[in-house]
């Protein structure tokens, strides 16, 4: 079974950075894209970072300029570089993967990732 196994959450103050980690498992699986997704308490599950194997990125309006993802084929691997992070960005983060081709209005879809991790705590303090 394909597990995508994430690290890299915490607690910060407002300002600070974190950096997120997610390998799949299974080298048998090359994802053709990756996200990172997240969820807070009593909302929905919403896209922040997408990237194809091109390179090609998409970032959710709340986070662009401040949030960065990258994509590590080799190691089969995917990170997001959080910046300047507000309390708002609190939340469950969770890394997805797909081995299909996934556009573009569909990057921040959760049926578009068939592979997931089981998330990763960011909790930001004002």
């Known amino acids: 079974q394909v597990q995508l196994v994430e690290s890299g959450g915490g607690s910060v103050q407002a300002g600070g950075a974190l950096t997120l980690s997610c390998v799949v498992s299974?080298?048998?699986?090359?994802?053709?894209?990756m996200a990172w997704f997240r969820q807070a308490p009593g909302k929905e599950r919403e896209g922040v970072a997408f990237?194809?194997?091109?390179?090609?990125?998409n970032y959710a309006y709340s986070v662009a300029g401040r949030f960065t993802i990258s994509h590590d084929s080799a190691d089969n691997a995917a990170y997001l570089w959080m910046n300047n992070l507000e309390p708002d960005d609190t939340a469950m983060y969770y890394c997805?993967?797909?081995?299909?081709?996934?556009?573009?209005?569909?990057?921040?879809?959760?049926?578009?990732?068939?592979?997931w991790g089981q998330g990763t705590q960011v909790t930001v303090s004002a």
């Open positions: 299974d080298d048998t699986i090359r994802s053709r894209c």
């Open positions: 990237i194809d194997t091109s390179g090609g990125t």
């Open positions: 997805a993967a797909s081995n299909l081709v996934v556009q573009s209005p569909n990057v921040f879809r959760v049926p578009s990732f068939r592979y």
